[in-house]
């Protein structure tokens, strides 16, 4: 048991999924997993652990942004021993040809400034995605036949954010999509010798101003969580 974290030792699996939102921890866990059952409701964060394919899988909401994300990370890498942390969630598309619905894998995570950054002081880290992982999650990808973007992405650490000028160098450098948890992940899984993966659907997209509706997201999120699954425990 952490201060965030209310489960034994022994509940929680060595392979994490985090989605920020707890309510779709708990859709995530009940739609995928085998005999899940809540081994976390501190703060109202929940988390589950069940069974994917005989494979334990702990699912963990993370919280909105890097800083709160952190701190479950933190706990779940050094306190419970976690060795595989994947993020699913949703992410704002920023490439004409990405579209709604369509999953992103992320590759790398730009960010202006993290939870790490006073410890990286100076230097411009380049957080990026676990090999091993990446590769799994696109070949589950394509056997699914999930129109599926893979490249680097942006983590803001707002929310609203007020910079079209920014948003246009993202553009113009390539940017997929935008989102607020990835880069501090890769950044922890880094130094603390973990696998991490962000896996994304594309909820809302900042050119054109679609999104989907609230009751259309958890259906149009299937695909990421079963690629980050098959990913996680692929043997290639």
Known sequence: MTIHIGAAPDQIAQTVLMPGDP?????????FLEGAELVNEVRGMLGFTGT???????????????????IYANELMTNYDAQTLIRIGSCGGMQPHVGIRDVI???????????SSGILREMNYAPCANWGLLKAAVAAAETKGTKTHVGGIYSSDVFYAERPDLDEQMVRHGILAVEMEAAELYTLAARHGRRALAVLTVSDHLQ???????????????DMVEIALEAAFSEG
């Open 52 to 70: 994917w394919r005989g494979h334990r899988v702990t699912i963990q909401g993370s919280g909105m942004g890097m800083p709160s994300l952190s």
């Open 105 to 115: 894998i992320a590759m790398t995570a730009t960010t202006i400034t993290s939870p």
């Open 208 to 222: 054109t101003g679609e999104a989907l509706p609230a009751d259309q997201r958890e259906r149009s999120f299937g």
């Open 23 to 31: 309510y779709r921890a708990r859709w995530a866990a009940e739609t």
